[in-house]
């Protein structure tokens, strides 16, 4: 009678998971039940799921350690219309590697810590909401934002109440495309709190703006498209983005203006959603304002320019923790 129980329990629970898999690939389970779904998935392979309130909001945060941080940790943010679930589970093979880099991360000695964006709560300059990106350009009329306070409540709140005894206290910074964006907004705004940080697929996120209008994209998760402030070009489009004159001779809203931290950018020239001028955009605009540029990594052109090269690459994992690593073991000299 047990065993007969047992087969039934489990012939339950596979009709569960191939009724969910066949609602995903027919559009019937919603975004919000995709993520709940991969989170529990994460939480499954050793991760934590923190959820905290922050200026009236929900947000959330899933990390995982080894017994001791010997490296510090990792922070990592999600590219637009995505989730922080593609750091810990494989729902697509487009994000392996992702998963891989943490499984990397937590092997090496770091912890990671990956944040989750709000979804129709960012707004353009014109009010129209953005889908699910990171608020990490500067807009126009609009002095609050809406990712800064909860980024800094990672750091300065969760990130030490997890941190075991005799763990390095080095706290890094990485994200893909407008999560790189973020982490260069949050890097050189928090100049005290970071250590290093490693935007890949990324840009400028003072020299670029957004416009949400929906029928710039087709995708609905993230609204809109990015432009340049100078070319007003899109910046998916070959040479998009120029010098960063606008803001050449302005000085950043840092906490700590005196510190100016290490970073690495990530590209590769065929990506065709952020064009890799806008890349080097970014890293002029951080070498003008005093920040140590340890020289990007950059993919060389392998066909034309393309939608998969934007994604976060196989071969940025071990030079972006290469590059962490490297930077803490120069802070104990």
């Not at 969910?20 to 919000?32: A, K, T, W, Y």
């Not at 590219?79 to 937590?106: H, I, M, N």
Request: glycine content about 8%; charged content about 25%; proline content about 3%.
């Amino acid at each position: 009678m047990r065993k007969l129980i047992k087969t039934t329990i489990i012939i339950f629970l596979i009709l569960i998971v191939l009724n969910v898999v066949s609602r995903i690939r027919d559009g019937s389970v919603s975004n919000e039940e995709s993520i709940l779904l991969n989170e529990q998935s994460c939480v499954d392979r050793g991760f934590e799921k923190i959820t905290i309130h922050v200026d009236g909001r929900e947000r959330s945060v899933l990390w995982k350690g080894p017994e001791k941080w010997t490296k510090g940790a990792v922070i990592a943010m999600h590219g637009g219309g995505g989730d922080y679930t593609q750091w810990c589970y494989e729902s697509l093979r487009l994000v392996k590697p992702q998963v891989d880099f943490s499984d990397l991360a937590v092997e090496r000695g770091f912890a990671v810590f990956l944040l989750e964006s709000t979804n129709d709560v960012v707004t353009d300059s014109g009010g129209l909401v953005c889908g699910k990106r990171w608020d990490a350009t500067l807009v126009e009329g609009r002095t609050d934002n809406v990712d800064l306070p909860f980024i800094e409540q990672v750091i300065t709140e969760i990130v030490p109440s997890k941190r075991p005894v005799g763990s390095s206290i080095n706290t890094f910074l990485t994200g893909e495309s407008t999560g790189g964006y973020m982490a260069i907004l949050t890097a050189t705004h928090f100049d005290n709190l970071i250590t290093a940080f490693a935007p890949v697929a990324s840009g400028d996120p003072y020299g670029t703006y957004f416009d949400c209008d929906p029928s710039l994209s087709l995708r609905e998760s993230a609204k809109g498209a990015g432009f340049d402030r100078e070319t007003n070009k899109q910046i998916t489009e070959a040479g998009a983005c120029l010098p960063n004159a606008h803001f050449r001779d302005r000085s950043l809203e840092t906490v700590s203006s005196n510190q100016k931290i290490p970073f690495k950018m990530f590209h590769s020239v065929d990506d065709g959603i952020v064009d890799i001028s806008c890349q080097k955009k970014a890293e002029a605009m951080l070498v003008q304002q005093g920040y140590i540029n340890d020289g990007a990594y950059v993919l060389l052109s392998q066909s034309s320019r393309n939608v998969w090269s934007h994604l976060w690459q196989a071969e940025y994992n071990i030079p972006v923790l290469d590059f962490f690593e490297k930077i803490g073991n120069e802070l104990m000299k």
